[in-house]
């Protein structure tokens, strides 16, 4: 899932005919993007420091035109690094993207998407606290959900402990016999 | 009529009937909380109180036994002396206005020859207290509640005292029970149908009751000058309220429905004039209640607006028109053509107020924030 | 009126804390707002006092569990929350999910859209200023609904109704009589707000040209819903990637130009009617037969793979993103929350405002605090 340098003409591009991957290519043209085809949309990994380049390209490009942030998030996927992920929509073109940055677990620092969809302020606030993202040049870098003096615990990391459900499943709670 | 009732010393006589207000206010403020209750329960289609005593009907009691069994809390950095004494200074001047309140014939504290100007000074006093208890409160939304409260209270006294003044100025007097006898054959509406409607939207104002009840807005101010009272303070200002309404609904009801005298007032008796009294108060309180179940609250520039700009031009045009009728000795049908056309003038008026386009600084304070930020 | 120009009697700002608790926030919001007289200067709004980490909770759940989660996170429009949740899992099992399984959980949702816009009206009246009328009213024709829901799932608020795969159980043998009923009983309510509220002249000198966000502004925020539509921009995931069977039956988008506090109530009128058609419709095309899949594993797991659904909830697009590396429980679960997005625009909308309008405003875009904290 890590976006190394890989060529576009990796195994993915056979089950990408159909979809808009075409046009994110020419869009993204000079960045090194790759794509895999999700359930419902075209997933495209970006290297983090082109990221702002790449989503200001999809968004400025005439038939893409992603003009609507639908939702931004991280993944933390424990020692592959913590992907950063943008949901974005059209709302002329009417097609769906998702974008993926994977930062590595020692580099936890991405540009703010801010000046790309205002929308991205809230969310990137949202995952600065919760993932320990720091996004580059956000306007607002406080806080959103968490205390204001908790800016070294991040909830939502995988090493975050939740001991007391842990312990309730242990007593047979949950089904921790089929656990993977 | 240094002459006391039943003949007794006057100063005696007078506390006697002092004390009679105060029993009866608080009593009526009571009942007219029950029945401000129910009424607005019926027009929410639900039932209202109902478990306490038969009807509810204790339901004001209870409330007030609860409030006077509250704390009475102060908050450490209110100016005591305007916090402890905001809720007396709405009090007093309601129960002062109730000495010229006609009920029946001979019948009211006083009879005042310059009973409305009497009227009009007192019931304007009480927004001292509002401004005292906003701004003693400590408390932003209380002081904005308490200037909210001055700047209506100053806007609406004119179009309400330029209203009284047409009744006046018909009826040759400034005493409200002559106004009242003087109503014997055809009320003051009919000849005053616009002073009638200037003077119930003013009376709205002047009452805080909505559309107008800015000051106290429960969705913006969170009370207003109230927010930081509690027990029996609190209870103080709330009685006041509902005094105020029910001195309010009686004098309109004199001053525009005839009060005691029409119809029949003075051939059927004592009774029958307090009888009508309640009855045509009660229609006016019903039609603020009902207001109040159905309109939304106006914002602080547009109460100011239609005060300035519609309210007032148009109470005096009825001035004005009033005193050409009476210098050129017209008709009286003409009052009330004339009446007629300007009710719908105002409401035309104000129906294109709200089609104006609205003011606003919006989009230039937007830009400049966003640049700073 | 103040303008910059009577800054010349030196008058100073004042810092009105609004919330977290006020009768107009909808709940633990909080805004300071800086005030000018009674204009607003700056807004800036607080969040996060009913956070309580749903989506970690998810983690650690498995995915019959965290439908509760769901339930609690948007507890005005909880089926619709619950259809995105179901509606991932299933994507990443693969489930199909069976006709009157998709018949019955749209007329849920169509219900549970008209409960909670119905919330909204009552809200928003008494935001406006009229005195508990709107509150009643709504209440009344929302608890016809809740009603329903009750008997249907044993619960008024937090259904859980929906599974991945279809529904709990099957409903009531009266369901199709119960729902006419209480489409009466909502084109009553209907028609009362439309009385009350739509034609009243202190209403609409009120609402109108009030907190006025412009199409492109609204897209840019990520606004969604009916906050969104007002503006003009007909962005409706029900219309837009169709889900369930939204695509068979007749139902039109609603759109106003305005973009301000009226358009948003039309606009939330309208689709209530909407709504009803669309049920109405359902009800005709409901047929007996299975409610979940034949072959149900006992266990529920998904292999890996990510997908972000999306519905249109009340509010707007309720999005989930679930990431699963396989096994019976998320590895990560994102709820996208409209109200989130749409409370970014706030400032936007308010600055410039008078206070009361800003809290109206506030009001408009109907927020669920439970859904913009999590």
Redesign the interface.
Known sequence: MTSEETTESAAPVATLDGTIWAEVDRALAGITATAERGLLDVIVHVPPAEIIRALKALKADATLNFDYLRSLTAVDNEEDGIDVVYHLYSTTAKHNLTVKATLANDNLFIDTATTVWRAANWLERETAEMFGVRFNGHPDPRTLLMPEDMDDTFPLRKDHPLAEIEVLQGEGMGYSEEDQ | MPEGLFGLNPWLDGLIRLLMIVGLMTITAMGLIYIERKVLGRFHARVGPQRTGPFGLLQSLADALKLIGKEDLRPRNADPWTFEFGPYMVFVPIFLGFVVQPFMAGFSVRVLDLGIMYFVAVSSLSIIGWVMAGWGSDNRYAMIGGMRAAAQAISYELPFVLSLLSVSMLTGTLNINEIVLSQWQVPNIVWQPLAFLIFFIAALAELNRPPFDIPIGESEVVGGPFVEYSGIRWSMFFLGEYASLFIMSVLISALFLGGYEWPFGTQLGIGFQFLLTVVKAAMIIFLIIWVRASVPRLRIDQLMGYAWKILLPLSLLQVLVNGFVLVYDLPRIVLTIAGIGGVILLVSLTERAIRLPRVTHQSSLVTQSEAAS | ?V?ESASEFETQD????VGPQ???THGVFRMVMQ?DG??V??VIPY??YL?R?A???CE???YRQGIGFMDRTEYLAAMNAELSYVMAVE??AELEVPERAQWIRMILVELNRLASHLMFMGAF?????????PF??AW?EREAVIDLFEEISGDRMMYAYLRPGGLAWDVPTNFVPRVREVLTAVRQGIADFDG??TK???????T???G?ISAADA????MSGPSIRASG?P?DVRR??PYLKYNDINWNVITRTEGDVYARYLCRLDEMRESVKIVEQCLERLQPGAIMPEKMPR?LRTPP??????TEAPRG?F?V?L?S?????P??L?V?SAC??N??ALR?MT???????A?IVLGSIDIVLSEV??
């Open positions: 009126m303008t004042l810092l009105l804390n006020h009768p107009s005030v009674e204009v200067r700056e969040i996060g956070h980490g989506e970690k909770l650690t759940m498995d994507t990443l009246g008494v935001d406006v200023g009229v005195f508990g009328t009643i009213y009344r009350l509220l009243n002249e202190i209403f609409i000198a009120r109108k040209g009030v006025v897209i840019d925020f990520g921009v962005l837009e990637e266990m793979g990510e997908i972000y659904v999306r697009e999005g993103y990431v590396k396989g096994g019976n429980r590895h990560r994102k996208r989130l997005s409370l970014q936007h600055i410039g405002s008078y206070v009361a309008d809290l904290d999590r």
